[in-house]
């Protein structure tokens, strides 16, 4: 079966300091991987989406950005925090490009940027 | 593009009473429609989707939606809630070119005993 790994679970950062998130899929092949960013009152807003090894889209101008090193590995960065990064991110998966598939979420990681 | 609009940020409601959350999305072209939802501290979880045929989709834990292309909504309901389903509810859309989901606010549905 499918899962999905999010690391850590949460996290407490300075502002202007590196962040890496970290996100891994098993079970399945090829993909479409996506980052979401929930903060309060705001609901889930898209951050990326990779369709595969290589290939970004950035959905909004930010801070961030992400990188998909292998076929199952799906990265989010920055270089500098600013407290605005803080919120809930989580990762999702696709198993085909076919839009009615669902998305199957992982269980997030708690940001906050003091 | 698409948007998803859930007008109702918090629902409260009593336990055994029924309950609506409402949905409504614009979008220039066909789309599919799904429900999530999320308990606290954890991902979300896919509660139904609609994708063609029966306007009236059923999914997990007794809920179910109706789309309504007239009214662009695509409300989600349940006749009876318990306790346990105390959490957040969000409403998504995808259009059949893209592989992008688009959520709505989310709606937080307490339930009190």
């Known amino acids: 079966s499918q899962t999905i790994h999010q690391w850590p679970a949460t996290l407490v950062q300075p502002v202007g300091s590196p962040l890496s998130l970290e996100c891994t899929v098993e079970g399945t092949s090829n993909p479409n991987l996506y980052w979401y960013r929930q903060a309060a009152g705001r609901g889930l807003q898209l951050l990326f989406y990779s369709v595969g090894i290589g290939q970004i889209s950035s959905e909004v101008p930010q801070n961030l950005s992400a990188s998909r090193p292998q076929d199952r590995q799906f990265i989010l960065s920055s270089k500098k925090l600013l407290l605005s990064d803080s919120g809930f991110y989580l990762c999702?998966?696709?198993?085909?490009?076919?839009?009615?598939?669902?998305?199957?979420f992982g269980n997030g990681t708690r940001l906050t940027v003091t | 593009a698409q948007s998803v609009t859930q007008l109702d940020s918090q629902v409260p409601v009593f336990e055994e009473a029924p309950v609506e959350l409402r949905c409504n999305y614009s979008?220039?072209?066909?789309?599919?429609l799904f429900w999530y939802v999320q308990y606290p501290n954890q991902g979300l979880q896919l509660l139904l989707k609609y994708l063609s045929g029966s306007t009236l989709v059923k999914g997990i834990n007794g809920f179910e939606a109706e789309f309504n292309k007239s009214q662009t909504s695509f409300h989600l309901r349940k006749p009876s809630v318990h306790i346990s389903d105390t959490a957040e509810y969000f409403c998504a859309v995808s259009d059949r070119d893209t592989d992008k989901l688009i959520f709505g606010t989310g709606t937080r549905l307490q339930v009190f005993p």
């Open positions: 979008s220039s072209v066909s789309v599919y």
């Open positions: 999702a998966w696709r198993g085909d490009t076919i839009p009615n598939s669902p998305l199957h």
